[in-house]
């Protein structure tokens, strides 16, 4: 049994949270300590950064722009101390504390240097950014390494790049290069693991083939895990965080909504792109086609101490991943914030080309399109993009470059998607129906409809003042928020 253990910066905030994470991965070790040479097992630590530490360096990145010496150096030193006051109370013995400290202190002090660089210069470029960005997670591994080894359980501190993680140079966004990072991780990893070592691993940033830092977009280190467990053909990734499980609805918006108790890898795909930010949109990828298997899930109110690993979760509240799942609708999501633009021309209709020059236009401005609809009389296409690229979208279809077919544009800038996820849509007749009716009964106004034949998604344009109420509805309708009725 191979394992990968992820902590989000919440479940690593504060010593105690620390030692619990650390308590947790030594347990898995314990259980996984690899048979003979060459057997496929071991546990893997993947660390984000210590709960709001890249806050702090994005607003790091604004200060150094804005040539703010004194507020760059001093968000510097505050991230340090936030460290080192952890490091402290982490760890009685002297000796292994003093070498945690001046490891931070390494880090720290490299950090600081480049803080003070860029505020010099006054200009942060996106590969530098990625580089300042990486020292969050680059703090955590030495803080949870250490823990563990205090544990009696060894471990090293890698960077994603040296865990083997090569990326393309899309600062901000990297994406892993599949092929090329899986030999380089089972290169990096493969020994450590079967000499019994845990290899702590930063998640989020990796570097690309140049050697330079890159970071996967926020909340990558969920990527990170992924990306490894498919790399050393993982059994298993627990996401630990302090959230609990994929929700079935909004809980600021649903009342009982519910952690979902289990979904399949493309139904995890889908809920994370919407909603909360539960995980990483793209975690999921490296997933699909193996039987790797996710719980994500919170670390258990009091375990006993030296309990085994699964006892360290709250598998209460948790959520399980896997290739299949039961034939059900799994949440009802909303995504604020968005607009809807209906384009309008006469000369569209029977005008092959129409779509390919609206979306080719939108995409030269670099606008995402979130839903899309065209009717079969094609005197119109209707488009959702984010409220804040509303305006470089109506901009770019007014200006004409979608060659004078256009006649007008009708806008309605305050709307939310309201889905529903599951695969129990798929060939089932009249979920439709149900999901229509339930909203229309509380008067809510659906703006555009779309569902793709892969019938994972039944998405709605509502106006963003009916989101909730139409969320409610389909929540209620579908009895979302009792599919883990009867679980421990
Ligand atoms: N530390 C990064 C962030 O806050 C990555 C992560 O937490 O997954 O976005
Ligand atoms: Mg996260």
Same mark, same amino acid.
């Given at each position: 049994m191979r394992l990968v253990i992820k902590h989000d910066g919440a479940s690593l905030d504060g010593a105690p949270r620390v030692a619990r994470a650390a308590a947790t991965v030594a347990a898995a070790a314990r259980a996984k300590r690899p048979a003979r040479a060459g057997a496929r097992t071991g546990t893997i630590a993947v660390c984000a950064a210590v709960g709001g530490t890249t806050d702090s360096l994005v607003a790091m990145v604004r200060r150094a722009e804005r040539r703010d010496l004194e507020g760059t150096r001093s968000a510097a030193s505050a991230i340090a101390d936030a460290h080192r006051g952890i490091a402290r109370r982490l760890l009685r013995e002297e000796g292994a504390r003093k070498r945690l400290l001046s490891e931070l202190d390494g880090e720290a002090g490299e950090l600081a240097a480049l803080a003070d660089g860029l505020a010099r210069i006054g200009e942060v470029t996106r590969r530098s950014a990625d580089h300042l960005l990486s020292f969050g997670e680059r703090l955590a591994v030495r803080l949870l390494a250490h823990a563990l080894a205090a544990e009696g359980t060894p471990a090293v501190a890698l960077t994603g790049g040296e865990a083997g993680i090569l990326t393309d140079s899309g600062f901000g966004e990297a994406r892993p290069l599949m092929d090329t990072t899986r030999h380089r991780v089972a290169r990096a990893l493969g020994p450590r693991l079967e000499a019994g070592t845990v290899p702590v691993v930063g998640g989020f940033a990796a570097v690309d083939q140049h050697g330079r830092t890159t970071t996967m977009g926020r909340g990558g280190s969920d990527y990170t895990a992924t990306v490894i467990a498919a790399c050393v053909d993982a059994d298993e990734v627990w996401m630990v965080g302090e959230r609990g499980g994929l929700m079935s609805a909004d809980p600021r918006i649903v009342r009982d909504a519910a952690p979902v108790p289990s979904v399949s890898h493309v139904e995890a795909m889908e809920m994370s792109t919407f909603g909360e930010r539960q995980l990483h949109p793209r975690a999921l990828e490296p997933l699909l086609g193996t039987r790797i298997r996710m719980t994500i899930a919170r670390p258990a109110p009091a375990p006993p101490r /030296?309990?085994?690993?699964?006892?360290?979760?709250?598998?209460?509240t948790a959520t399980r991943v896997g290739p299949t799942s039961a034939k059900t609708i799994k949440c009802a999501s909303t995504l604020r914030h968005n607009a809807l633009i209906d384009v309008r021309g006469g000369a569209m209709v029977g005008e092959p080309g129409t779509a390919a020059r609206i979306f080719g236009a939108l995409a030269e401005e670099g606008v995402n399109v979130m839903m899309i609809s065209q009717n079969p009389s094609e005197s119109s296409i209707t488009i959702v993009v984010r409220r804040d690229s509303l305006d470089r979208a109506v901009r770019t279809l007014e200006l004409g470059r979608a060659g004078g077919t256009i006649k007008g544009l009708d806008v309605v800038p305050n709307v939310a998607i309201v889905a529903l996820v599951g695969s129990?849509? /798929?060939?089932?007749?009249g979920v439709a129906a149900r999901a229509l009716g339930a909203v229309s009964r509380r008067r809510v106004n659906i703006l555009m409809i779309t569902q793709g034949s892969s019938e994972l998604n039944l998405a709605f344009a509502v106006k963003e003042s009916d989101s909730a109420a139409a969320a409610r509805a389909l929540h209620s309708e579908f009895s979302l928020g009792r599919q883990g009725a009867g679980r421990k």
């Amino acid at each position: 049994m191979r394992l990968v253990i992820k902590h989000d910066g919440a479940s690593l905030d504060g010593a105690p949270r620390v030692a619990r994470a650390a308590a947790t991965v030594a347990a898995a070790a314990r259980a996984k300590r690899p048979a003979r040479a060459g057997a496929r097992t071991g546990t893997i630590a993947v660390c984000a950064a210590v709960g709001g530490t890249t806050d702090s360096l994005v607003a790091m990145v604004r200060r150094a722009e804005r040539r703010d010496l004194e507020g760059t150096r001093s968000a510097a030193s505050a991230i340090a101390d936030a460290h080192r006051g952890i490091a402290r109370r982490l760890l009685r013995e002297e000796g292994a504390r003093k070498r945690l400290l001046s490891e931070l202190d390494g880090e720290a002090g490299e950090l600081a240097a480049l803080a003070d660089g860029l505020a010099r210069i006054g200009e942060v470029t996106r590969r530098s950014a990625d580089h300042l960005l990486s020292f969050g997670e680059r703090l955590a591994v030495r803080l949870l390494a250490h823990a563990l080894a205090a544990e009696g359980t060894p471990a090293v501190a890698l960077t994603g790049g040296e865990a083997g993680i090569l990326t393309d140079s899309g600062f901000g966004e990297a994406r892993p290069l599949m092929d090329t990072t899986r030999h380089r991780v089972a290169r990096a990893l493969g020994p450590r693991l079967e000499a019994g070592t845990v290899p702590v691993v930063g998640g989020f940033a990796a570097v690309d083939q140049h050697g330079r830092t890159t970071t996967m977009g926020r909340g990558g280190s969920d990527y990170t895990a992924t990306v490894i467990a498919a790399c050393v053909d993982a059994d298993e990734v627990w996401m630990v965080g302090e959230r609990g499980g994929l929700m079935s609805a909004d809980p600021r918006i649903v009342r009982d909504a519910a952690p979902v108790p289990s979904v399949s890898h493309v139904e995890a795909m889908e809920m994370s792109t919407f909603g909360e930010r539960q995980l990483h949109p793209r975690a999921l990828e490296p997933l699909l086609g193996t039987r790797i298997r996710m719980t994500i899930a919170r670390p258990a109110p009091a375990p006993p101490r /030296r309990a085994p690993a699964a006892r360290m979760l709250d598998m209460g509240t948790a959520t399980r991943v896997g290739p299949t799942s039961a034939k059900t609708i799994k949440c009802a999501s909303t995504l604020r914030h968005n607009a809807l633009i209906d384009v309008r021309g006469g000369a569209m209709v029977g005008e092959p080309g129409t779509a390919a020059r609206i979306f080719g236009a939108l995409a030269e401005e670099g606008v995402n399109v979130m839903m899309i609809s065209q009717n079969p009389s094609e005197s119109s296409i209707t488009i959702v993009v984010r409220r804040d690229s509303l305006d470089r979208a109506v901009r770019t279809l007014e200006l004409g470059r979608a060659g004078g077919t256009i006649k007008g544009l009708d806008v309605v800038p305050n709307v939310a998607i309201v889905a529903l996820v599951g695969s129990g849509m /798929r060939g089932t007749i009249g979920v439709a129906a149900r999901a229509l009716g339930a909203v229309s009964r509380r008067r809510v106004n659906i703006l555009m409809i779309t569902q793709g034949s892969s019938e994972l998604n039944l998405a709605f344009a509502v106006k963003e003042s009916d989101s909730a109420a139409a969320a409610r509805a389909l929540h209620s309708e579908f009895s979302l928020g009792r599919q883990g009725a009867g679980r421990k």
